[in-house]
């Protein structure tokens, strides 16, 4: 059984460029959501991804959006990179069917993206 | 909206004693799920122990306890014979129901253990 992965580990970018980043599911999931944690805070949802469409969003703009594939691997993508863009990006892999999500969610290890 | 709120940024505690880590949370949902993750220095969040909304039992992993008081909203963590490797932040977090697809976070407590 594989855990979560991330890639990659450390990530700088300047303001205004464009960031993707990417997240490999734990083996047996289906579903993918995305946080950011802003240094200091706690993990805020950005959205999920089930059965490669978006299934959630939270508070977050338009230049952050998502894919997701056939394996269940995730995308994170972020346009027009501001300095508060900053932060932690934990990805979580689980599992849903039937409309029900069930709580094993497993996080990733996270890619640090700094914004100059 | 769901809040979180953990009041304790920082605690610590002596090698082998009890600490207790506080979380309270505000919904208008009677079905939800209430969690800790634990967050070392490696980054990588860990599900600590989880209580359903519908149980009135209280949650127990080992050393790991919860005392959830649902009229309250209080959900707090209780970790005994504290060990140098439970050294982290601790995040309360809370999903609504089995088909909620955001769990919210609080914004954790750092746990340093003192040998």
């Known amino acids: 059984e594989t855990g979560v992965t991330q890639s990659p580990t450390h990530l700088i970018k300047t303001r205004g460029q464009q960031v993707t980043l990417r997240c490999s599911s734990q083996s047996g999931h289906n579903t993918v959501s995305w946080y950011q944690q802003a240094l200091g805070q706690g993990p805020q949802f950005i959205f999920q991804y089930y059965r490669e469409e978006e299934n959630g969003r939270g508070n977050f703009p338009p230049r952050f959006s998502g894919l997701q594939f056939p394996n269940y691997s995730s995308e994170l993508n972020v346009n027009a990179l501001e300095l508060d863009d900053s932060a932690l990006y934990l990805c979580a892999s689980s599992l849903r069917t039937s409309g029900i999500l069930y709580n094993e969610q497993f996080f990733g290890p996270g890619t640090r993206l700094t914004v100059l | 909206a769901q809040t979180v709120t953990q009041s304790q940024p920082e605690m610590s505690v002596q090698e082998a004693e009890t600490v207790t880590l506080s979380c309270t949370y505000d919904?208008?949902?009677?079905?939800?799920?209430l969690f800790w993750y634990k967050q070392p220095p490696s980054r990588q969040m860990i599900l600590v122990i989880r209580q359903e909304a519908y149980k009135q039992q209280n949650a127990t992993e080992n050393r790991f306890s919860v005392n959830f008081q649902k009229a309250a909203k209080s959900f707090s963590l209780k970790i005994s014979d504290s060990q140098l490797g439970d050294a982290a932040m601790y995040f309360c977090?809370?999903?609504?129901?089995?088909?909620?697809?955001?769990?919210?976070f609080g914004t954790g407590t750092s746990l340093t253990v003192i040998p």
């Open positions: 919904t208008s949902e009677s079905d939800y799920y």
């Open positions: 977090a809370y999903r609504r129901s089995n088909t909620g697809n955001q769990f919210y």
